[in-house]
């Protein structure tokens, strides 16, 4: 029996005051939005459709190319109308599991537990129990069993009472939802169609319906302002570095760190405070990442050290290498074994290999370096004319002296050493020397200026 996920997302969110559509929100560097899209995969939906309507440029835009469907809730009219607008396209033989958009720490393991607890004919939702269950929908149960939901603005003190809330996230057969939608009404508190009336419709038809219990809050938390933005962050952020704790990864303080992406790690890893990881990271075993540093798209070899307040994106690096303090690595810097980048040393686009060193204060951009070559302190590839962008090649066991200028397209052959303060803009031949420098000066007991008036 096929699945059908649909995602409702067209509200406002006003309460986040921001330009910014709620779904697109930010929660570890991705959309709210995108959490819940790559739960409802891990489910393995046969189609997910979002019902979208408030930023409706933005959002389409940003979730472009993905396979989803879409469903246009130009007004919005309630969660139960929501979810009308994507009904015709589902088919009437699937399941229909609904999500909320702002709901973004649901577990794919909860999603499943409710697809395995409810038949092909009969109901599921989740739900929790809360200590304030203020605002939320209140589950009404009678011998146990489910019987209806009812709105806070619509509940009498008996049913406020209740600390079993609705989450929002509900399981129906497609054909079934689709009658009780067409007969939703809106005469209610808030003149809304409500989702959630669905639940007394189906009992009242004889289905059965499955009040499946979420293991804790956080996994149903629905999020309306910053504040809850901001504990959504930390909840997820601790979820995840507790898995890696669980795996064996050290840190020195779990709550200082922020993981906004994927970060793989090998055993004996270490981690230190402020470390941002981005995107896809992988940390070999042994990495130690010292204190603040940026992490992004990069992959570092066993035993590397990256000291602290590097900035390191779409980089790679073999086995023990040592990067800065204040290294940054930019976009295709690929460092084999045994290389260190130390302080304010910026590489872009080049592959050093095994046992160099560039120490400091230094650019490389766009070169090839051999192996065991030695980049003297404020060393700079000028690899750019102005218009185009020009490769510099440098052998095994070159010793570049301080402050050299390799003026690119520009080639050294091994063994050769280059004088410091020398612009080297022509090819320099295997073990020789290239020095270029004008005479130096000396003036007899120069007198310096002195200022005026004194
Ligand atoms: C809803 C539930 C409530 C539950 C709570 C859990 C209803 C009637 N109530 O209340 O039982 O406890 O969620 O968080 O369903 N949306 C649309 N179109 C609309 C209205 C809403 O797409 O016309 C979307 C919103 O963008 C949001 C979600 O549906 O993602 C929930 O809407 P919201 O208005 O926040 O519902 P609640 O009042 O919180
Ligand atoms: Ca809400």
Redesign the pocket.
């Known amino acids: 029996m096929g699945l059908s996920i649909v995602i409702?997302?067209?509200?406002q969110g006003t309460r986040m005051r921001s330009s910014l559509p709620k779904v697109l929100q930010p929660l570890a560097g991705e959309p709210l939005l995108a959490h819940v899209v790559n739960c409802s995969r891990a489910v393995g939906a046969d189609d997910v459709c979002i019902?979208y309507?408030h930023g409706a440029d933005k959002v389409q835009a940003a979730f472009a190319d993905q396979g989803l469907r879409w469903a246009l809730?130009a007004e919005?009219?309630?969660?139960g109308?929501?979810v009308m607008q994507a009904m015709p396209e589902t088919p009437d033989g699937n399941r229909v599991l609904i999500l909320?958009?702002?709901?973004p720490l649901t577990q794919p393991a909860t999603l499943q537990r409710l697809l395995d607890g409810a038949g092909s004919e009969e109901m599921a939702i989740l739900t929790v129990d809360m200590p304030d269950p203020t605002g939320?929908?209140r589950i009404v149960r009678e011998n146990g069993k489910v019987v209806r939901?009812v709105?806070q603005k619509d509940a009498n003190s008996a049913e406020k009472a209740i600390t079993e809330?609705?989450?929002?996230v509900m399981l129906c057969p497609a054909r079934k939802l689709k009658d009780w939608l067409d007969r939703l009404g809106n005469d209610n508190a808030q003149g809304?169609y409500?989702?959630?009336d669905v639940i007394g419709m189906a009992v009242a038809d004889g289905t059965t319906v499955h009040g499946i219990k979420a293991d804790n809050q956080e996994e149903v938390m629905?999020i309306n302002d910053k504040r809850q933005l901001a504990e959504a962050e930390r909840a997820l952020q601790k979820r995840r570095v507790e898995a890696l704790m669980q795996q064996g990864v050290g840190f020195a303080d779990p709550a200082r760190v922020d993981i906004r992406g994927t970060l793989t790690c090998g055993s004996d890893v270490f981690i230190d405070v402020n470390a941002i990881f981005e995107g896809d990271v992988e940390l070999g075993n042994g990495v130690c990442v010292e204190a603040n540093n940026v992490i992004r798209d990069s992959r570092l070899g066993a035993g590397t050290i990256v000291h602290p307040n590097c900035h390191l994106e779409g980089a790679t690096t073999g086995e023990n290498c040592e990067l800065g303090p204040f290294a940054r690595l930019r976009p295709g810097a690929e460092l084999a074994n045994n290389v260190k980048a130390g302080n304010f040393v910026e590489i872009k686009k080049s592959k050093i290999a095994d046992g160099s060193k560039v120490n400091h204060l230094t650019y490389i951009g766009d070169t090839d370096m051999g192996k065991n070559v030695n980049v003297g302190a404020g060393t700079i590839t000028c690899n750019y004319d102005g218009a185009n962008k020009h490769r510099t090649t440098i052998g095994d066991g070159v010793f570049v002296g301080s402050g050299v200028n390799l003026v690119a397209p520009v080639s050294i052959g091994s063994g050769a050493t280059l004088g410091a303060g020398s612009t080297i803009t022509k090819a320099v031949s295997e073990n020789d020397l290239a020095l270029e420098r004008t005479k130096q000066t000396t003036i007899k007991d120069w007198k310096r200026p002195v200022k005026k008036g004194q």
Do not use: K, M, P, R
């Open positions: 409702l997302a067209a509200g019902v309507g809730q919005q009219l309630g969660t109308h929501a909320f958009g702002d709901v939320y929908g939901n709105e809330i609705n989450s929002g809304e409500y989702l959630t629905g």
